[in-house]
């Protein structure tokens, strides 16, 4: 269920699982971590990587009700054993989304009534 709404209702698309749900201070923190298949070199494109290390990124989205709710990303340091290259998985920022342009269509409906 709730990978479902991370999906849905917060962008988190393939790649990253949810883990857990927290209730604390009147917020809702969903828990998300990388799936293997995201450990790639960025360099050298190898999937050879290695941990080392994280942190955790926290990520306030839209809420549910009048209850605040944030996404909490683990952001892995890796290293590639190829290329010994050092990065970090980014954690899932929604993409942008197209937008309407509503006042277009009402200036041209109302010109079409002239």
Do not use: N
Request: charged fraction near 25%; proline fraction near 8%.
């Amino acid at each position: 269920m709730s990978q479902s709404l991370l999906y849905h209702a917060f962008g988190v698309r393939e790649g990253y699982q949810y883990v857990r749900t927290s209730y604390e201070d009147g917020c809702i923190r969903f828990v998300i971590e990388p799936k293997k298949e995201l450990f790639v070199c960025p360099d050298c494109g190898s999937t050879e990587v290695i941990r080392k290390g994280r942190r955790w990124r926290e990520l306030q989205t839209v809420p549910i009700g009048l209850k605040p709710v944030f996404l909490i990303a683990e952001v892995p340091k890796c290293q590639c054993q190829k290329c010994q290259h050092r990065f970090e998985l980014s954690p899932p920022l929604p993409t942008p989304m197209s937008t309407t342009r509503t006042h277009s269509k009402r200036s041209s409906a109302t010109s079409k009534r002239s």
